[in-house]
Nanobody, 121 residues
Framework: QVQVLESGGGLVQAGGSLKLDCAAS????????MGWYRQAPGKQREVVAT???????VYADSVKGRFTCSRDNAKNTLSLQMNSLKAEDTAVYYC???????????????WGQGTQVTVSS
């Protein structure tokens, strides 16, 4: 059974920093792409950053230069360092995992439960 669990988040003042972490647990799979998405109240979920197993990273324009996404393939973990936070970064942040099961070669997406990030102006 695969589980995706996020940690971090919270309340911070504008200009501050926060770090989010995500861990995928289970066995019998290899992870391809991981990423962070966010959803603000009344808005659709949007991509923040994605990172491949080879650490190729793509960022949304709105976070470029402020957020850094990294992963540890050996530990199946993902992090998002968020600096210079703005009020518009306020949202629920979700960890995303795209993996392949070794035995069946079946591919599947998994999501974490979400963690709230609130930036006060």
């Amino acid at each position: 059974q695969v589980q995706v669990l996020e940690s971090g988040g919270g309340l911070v003042q504008a200009g501050g920093s926060l770090k989010l972490d995500c861990a995928a647990s289970g066995s019998g799979f290899s992870i391809d792409t991981m990423g962070w998405y966010r959803q603000a109240p009344g808005k659709q979920r949007e991509v923040v950053a994605t990172i491949t197993s080879g650490s190729t990273t793509v960022y949304a324009d709105s976070v470029k230069g402020r957020f850094t996404c990294s992963r540890d393939n050996a530990k199946n973990t993902l992090s998002l360092q968020m600096n210079s936070l703005k009020a518009e970064d306020t949202a629920v942040y979700y960890c995303y995992v795209h993996l392949e099961f070794s035995r069946s070669s079946r591919r599947r997406d998994y999501w974490g439960q979400g963690t709230q990030v609130t930036v006060s102006s």
